[in-house]
């Protein structure tokens, strides 16, 4: 899947790849890579950029007719940059640690899915320049509060042919022990999902 991606703050590129390498067996590997940037009146701005890798491996059966269940668990590496309006910056990176069970239903051309993914992140601030961490909110409560469980339920749908199709996705997330944690609150993706010599049983529907 290769989707433009943008919540309230920040935008950017995801790429979501899932491969099976048995019957019920599959790998997934993730990318993403998203900006923001605040002007304020005098012209003068803040800007950002961050990166997210992901790999994971997980197991997924047909349920009935149309119906498949998955579930993922894996593995991610990011970190985000800050340049700062009076000069500095800052870089914050992170780990974290996810589940993904996912139901994916697919009727002809068209394919559904949800999936409620769990996550453990664990943050640092890796280095600051022109900045004095007690003067920003934001990284001061990263140092007091580095680990975070997040919620990402994830909905999507796909139309279009066999091989390519366009894709919608929409992916609230949800902190679940550390609410104050400025960070994106949603995403909504639009792109485009291939499917590499699809299986006539459409066995793998991976939401990313």
Known sequence: NANYSGGAEI?????????????HVGIMLNTAFLGSSEEYSDGQKD????????????????????????????LGVGGANNEYYYG???????????????LGFSVKNVDFG?????????????????????????????EANPTSILWEPSLFVRFGFESVKAQLQYTPSLNLNNQELAQETYLLGLGLSFAINPPKNKTSRNGG
């Open 114 to 142: 949800a999936a409620s993914r769990f996550s453990a992140v664990f943050m640092n601030v890796q280095n600051t320049s022109g900045v004095n961490t007690i003067d920003i909110p934001d990284l001061q409560y990263i």
């Open 47 to 74: 800007e950002g950029n961050g990166y997210l890798v992901e790999a994971g491996a997980g197991y997924f059966m047909p349920l009935a007719e149309n119906f498949i269940f998955e579930t993922y668990a894996g």
């Open 88 to 102: 500095g910056n800052s870089k914050v990176n992170f780990t974290k640690f996810f589940i993904q069970p996912a």
């Open 11 to 23: 935008s950017g590129a995801e790429i979501q790849g899932a491969y099976a390498v048995s019957e």
